[in-house]
Nanobody
Framework: QVQLVESGGGLVQAGGSLRLSCVVS????????MGWFRQAPGKEREFLAS????????YYADSVKGRFSISRDSAVNTVYLQMDHLKPDDTAVYYC????????????????WGQGTRVTVSS
């Protein structure tokens, strides 16, 4: 099994920044992709960004392109989501996910999920 633990959420004013962390542990052999998603109340889980351990490529949803950045620190098995210029519409629970396959924007394609970390952006 693979365990994912997110942290870094909280309350921030519009225009501010947060950095989310996702520590990956367990049987990580074969994990090729990481993704960040979010889910706001009453809405479906939304893809934000992905990172490939194969070619280190990144991919972003249009809604966050230019404001969010995904990165990793292999030494500590951690994937980050840097979020800048936050808006009230970014308020949601944020999840990281891992997949034994290439990157994908479909949440249903991911094999492992963290418990989520809540982000609230005040206006």
């Amino acid at each position: 099994q693979v365990q994912l633990v997110e942290s870094g959420g909280g309350l921030v004013q519009a225009g501010g920044s947060l950095r989310l962390s996702c520590v990956v542990s367990g049987r990580t052999f074969g994990i090729y992709s990481m993704g960040w998603f979010r889910q706001a109340p009453g809405k479906e889980r939304e893809f934000l960004a992905s990172f490939s351990w194969i070619d280190y490529s990144t991919y972003y949803a249009d809604s966050v392109k230019g404001r969010f950045s995904i990165s990793r620190d292999s030494a500590v098995n951690t994937v980050y989501l840097q979020m800048d210029h936050l808006k009230p519409d970014d308020t949601a629970v944020y999840y990281c996910a891992a997949r034994r396959g290439p990157v994908d924007t479909d949440a249903g394609m991911y094999d492992f999920w963290g418990q989520g970390t809540r982000v609230t952006v005040s206006s």
